[in-house]
């Protein structure tokens, strides 16, 4: 199974900050057809989760630009322009092939 | 607008079978590329993906469960289901499901069903 490894663990960051989440895959997460199914989620306190970005760099509906996905093979990375208090929560990137795998997550607190 | 909601006991005994119940509304299970997912979530601990069903009744489950897990689906009911025998308090989590849909996973999530697994 595709291993995923997030860092940091835990991120405290100062409202108005740009803030960095790195995730890595043990193995290429290109998938036959080009694609690459990399997601990452946000889980505020109490809810459940919520995508945030699908196949590496595409933002959902709804979310604020602030939010940008990048990365490519086994390398990729969230990253926050500008730090709100909403942002408060843990992020989990994803791989989407067989079978899923979820990183361990990123504690993203305020200063 | 599409919508997914978890029932299910709130506790069941060491060794028990756990039957939990996604019932959605605003997609149908019969769509090509629809794919509904259970993922779960020991309390403080990480997401953890257990099992999809596809449009097309293809079935996929975690490699280290896949024993123990079932699921199925009525789509006349738009109603998904798993089965997990021999419940222990391991299993302790809270139950999530999920539709996936071309291009991309995980668009929508349930409110989550907390299963606690204790005598």
């Known amino acids: 199974d595709v291993v995923m490894t997030q860092s940091p663990l835990s991120l405290p960051v100062t409202l108005g900050q740009p803030a960095s989440i790195s995730c890595r895959s043990s193995q290429s997460l290109v998938y036959s057809d080009g694609n690459t199914f990399l997601n990452w989620f946000q889980q505020r306190p109490g809810q459940s989760p919520r995508r945030l970005i699908y196949?590496?760099?595409n933002r959902d509906s709804g979310v604020p630009d602030r939010f940008s996905g990048s990365g490519s093979g086994t390398d990729f990375t969230l990253k926050i322009s500008r730090v709100e208090a909403e942002d408060v929560g843990v992020y989990y990137c994803m791989q989407g092939t067989h079978p899923y795998t979820f990183g361990q997550g990123t504690k993203l607190e305020i200063k | 607008q599409v919508t997914l909601k978890e029932s299910g006991p709130a506790l069941v005994k060491p060794t028990q079978t756990l039957k939990l119940t996604c019932t959605f509304a605003?997609?149908?299970?019969?769509?090509?590329?629809?794919?509904v997912s259970w993922i779960r979530q020991p309390p403080g601990k990480a997401l953890e993906w257990l099992a999809r069903?596809?449009?097309?009744?293809?079935?996929f489950y975690i490699t280290s469960l896949r024993t123990r897990l079932t699921i199925s689906k009525d789509t006349s009911k738009n109603q998904v289901v798993l089965t997990m025998t021999n419940m222990a308090p391991v299993d302790t989590a809270t139950y999530y499901c999920?539709?996936?849909?071309?291009?991309?996973?995980?668009?929508?999530w349930g409110q989550g069903t907390l299963v606690t697994v204790s005598s």
């Open positions: 196949n590496v760099s």
């Open positions: 069903i596809d449009w097309d009744d293809d079935k």
């Open positions: 605003g997609f149908s299970l019969s769509t090509t590329g629809m794919r």
């Open positions: 999920a539709r996936s849909s071309v291009p991309g996973d995980f668009d929508y």
